[in-house]
């Protein structure tokens, strides 16, 4: 169910590289239990928001907030281990592992495993079960034991997804996820996408306004490091400026 409550929420964000002000004065409400879309054609300063508010960069003013608490100057394993986790643009997959052992691995954090090198292989063994559950939810049964490498493209993003979901994440950044992706991708991962917001928040980076317009519950609109509009995607589409800027060139 869609909540009126935000999780994350930013205010006056602004950064400022050597006098360059990348981003400038946002304000962002992302409400529980929502998919929300961060668009804006290219340098609008999408990236840069989402590297504040995962706390890759820290903000020269502005506030962020997870879950009612400030984040603005937590480090990035600290508002990972709150709840708040991106799943990065480029997959990041160990590529001779298999796809079981992947999600093992990613489990061990959460678990106290990972600095706990002299645990034998049967502590590893414990997280069977969980690690299915997870490679079941994101639709890669039938590839357990094949390695990474070995993958397409889209499940090997499905891959990624399942390791950060292994960290139990409240919400969960996904930063272009539909990148490189052909038409039957795009379709399980957007369905991937559907299935694990059932319980989560999801906040992403998108340029395929078909999968933005299918999915996503609000979407902001930057352009130039300013939110340009925000609302529905009925709403945002309708805006004349948003049409300027972004989505009309898109379509033509």
């Known amino acids: 169910m869609v909540s009126t409550q935000p999780i994350l929420s930013a205010t006056g964000l602004t950064m400022e590289f050597r006098g360059f002000v990348a981003v400038k004065d946002v304000t962002l409400s992302v409400n529980e239990g929502t998919i929300h879309a ?37 480090k990035p394993a600290e508002v990972a281990r709150l709840g708040l986790v991106r799943s990065f643009q480029i997959s990041a997959v160990f590529p001779h592992l298999t796809v079981l052992d992947n999600v093992r691995v990613a489990l061990q954090r959460p678990s106290g495993l990972a600095t706990q090198f002299w645990r034998s292989a049967s502590s590893l063994s414990a997280l069977n079960d969980r690690a299915m559950e997870l490679i079941d ?63 989560r928040t999801v906040l992403m980076v998108e340029h395929n306004l078909n999968v933005v317009s299918d999915l996503c519950d609000r979407v902001t609109v930057l352009a130039r490091g300013e939110i340009l509009s925000d609302g529905s995607y009925d709403t945002v589409s309708q805006d004349p400026r948003v049409r300027e800027a972004y989505m009309g060139t898109e379509h033509e």
């Open 38 to 74: 961060l668009i804006g054609p290219n340098g609008a300063g999408k990236t840069t928001v989402f590297n504040l508010l995962t706390k890759f960069l820290t903000p020269t003013r502005g506030q962020i907030a997870f879950k009612g608490s400030d984040i603005t100057n937590l």
């Open 137 to 199: 939810a994101v639709g890669l049964r039938a590839y357990a034991h094949l390695p990474a490498v070995e993958l397409s493209y889209g499940r090997k993003r499905a891959l990624e997804i399942a390791t950060t979901l292994a960290l139990d994440p409240a919400m969960l950044l996904l930063d272009e996820p539909m990148a490189g992706m052909g038409h039957e991708d795009i379709g399980r991962i957007s369905d991937l996408i559907r299935r694990i917001a059932r319980n």
